[in-house]
T-cell receptor, first 115, second 118 residues
C-alpha cells in the first residue's frame, strides 16, 4: 500500500510569488490535513479536508488556501509569499474524519524556502 | 482549550537502556486520541503509537509503549532498549473527537530531542 505522497519535496521561491503544494493520501483515505513546521512556531495546523469539504481551519492568513478533489488528493496554495512562509509543509491522511485505531499518517513533506 | 505540553526539550539515553518522554495534555472533550511521532533529521513524521481516550489498556507497539494516566492527563512514551537509530525529535499530539469543533485538527507539543549514546 503506497504511503502519503507530497510533491514537490523541495522548492525555492522569491517573495511575492505563489506556490502550490500537492498531497496524495493513502488509497481509501478521505481526510487530508496540512501542517506548517518552523523552528520558531513548531508544528501548526493549517486546515483539514474531508470528502472535498474544508472542515476545520487553523489561524493563518487568507493567503493560505487549500482544496480537495473527488479522488481525495489535496492541494494547498500560498499566495504573495513572505520570508516567514519558509517552512516544512506536512500533509497527513486518515481513513475517516475520526478514527479509533490511530490511523493518521504523514507524507515526507514539502520544504519551501522563500528568498 | 486543547493543549499539549512536552517539558523536556532534550534528553540523553545510553544505548540499550529505557527512556521515558513526558507528555501532558488538556482537553474538555471526553473523546480524544493521543499520538506519538518520531521525526528524524530528514523531516518525515513517523507514526509510533496511538492511545484512544476510551482505551482501557496502555498501547504498545514493539519497543514503544504509552503510559496513559487519564486522571493526570498524561501520555508518556516509553522506549525500551534504546538504539542509535532512535536519535530523533519526538512529538506528542492530540486530536479531539467527532463532536468537537476542533475535530480534524491535530495539536502538537513542542517536541523532545532524544540522543542515544553508544
Amino acid at each position: 500500500k503506497a504511503g502519503v505522497t507530497q510533491t514537490p519535496r523541495y522548492l525555492i521561491k522569491t517573495r511575492g510569488q505563489q506556490v502550490t503544494l500537492s498531497c496524495s493520501p493513502i488509497s481509501g483515505h478521505r481526510s487530508v490535513s496540512w501542517y506548517q513546521q518552523t523552528p520558531g512556531q513548531g508544528l501548526q495546523f493549517l486546515f483539514e479536508y474531508f470528502s472535498e469539504t474544508q472542515r476545520n481551519k487553523g489561524n493563518f492568513p487568507g493567503r493560505f488556501s487549500g482544496r480537495q478533489f473527488s479522488n481525495s488528493r489535496s492541494e494547498m496554495n500560498v499566495s504573495t509569499l513572505e520570508l516567514g512562509d519558509s517552512a516544512l509543509y506536512l500533509c497527513a491522511s486518515s481513513h475517516t474524519g475520526w478514527y479509533s485505531s490511530g490511523e493518521l499518517f504523514f507524507g515526507e513533506g514539502s520544504r519551501l524556502t522563500v528568498l | 482549550a486543547q493543549k499539549i505540553t512536552q517539558t523536556q526539550p532534550g534528553m540523553f539515553v545510553q544505548e540499550k537502556e529505557a527512556v521515558t518522554l513526558d507528555c501532558t495534555y488538556d482537553t474538555s472533550d471526553p473523546s480524544y486520541g493521543l499520538f506519538w511521532y518520531k521525526q528524524p533529521s530528514s523531516g518525515e513524521m513517523i507514526f509510533l503509537i496511538y492511545q484512544g481516550s476510551y482505551d482501557q489498556q496502555n498501547a504498545t507497539e514493539g519497543r514503544y509503549s504509552l503510559n496513559f494516566q487519564k486522571a493526570r492527563k498524561s501520555a508518556n512514551l516509553v522506549i525500551s532498549a534504546s538504539q542509535l537509530g532512535d536519535s530523533a525529535m519526538y512529538f506528542c499530539a492530540m486530536r479531539e473527537g467527532p463532536d468537537s469543533s476542533n475535530t480534524g485538527k491535530l495539536i502538537f507539543g513542542q517536541g523532545t530531542t532524544l540522543q542515544v549514546k553508544p
